[in-house]
């Protein structure tokens, strides 16, 4: 339906999105109310979780399947690992952009 082009284009913006939002911003931003780093990351994986209910409400899907909430959660961790570890944003747009293209083909 779509080519190969737009489908990359399209998951990269969102990627990059997601990450901005969810690390550069609301991690950043948590680690200066809460001194526990590691509690700093299961809270914004778990929100990260939580950004893509939004997506299912418009589809008109009530819950996402369990496996896909565990997978969520950890790739949530791991990013949030990876910029505390970085710094850096553009690890986790990569991480982040290779689940979900493993998810999408």
Known sequence: MFSDGLVFFIMMIGVIEEEIVDRAYM???LRGFIDNEHFVVVIASFLFLLSHYPVLWV????MLPLPR???LILLGLVCGIQFNKTHNVLVPIITHYIYNMA???
């Open 69 to 71: 909430v565990i997978l």
């Open 103 to 105: 998810n999408f083909y």
């Open 27 to 29: 991690q950043t931003r």
């Open 59 to 62: 589809t008109g899907q009530a």
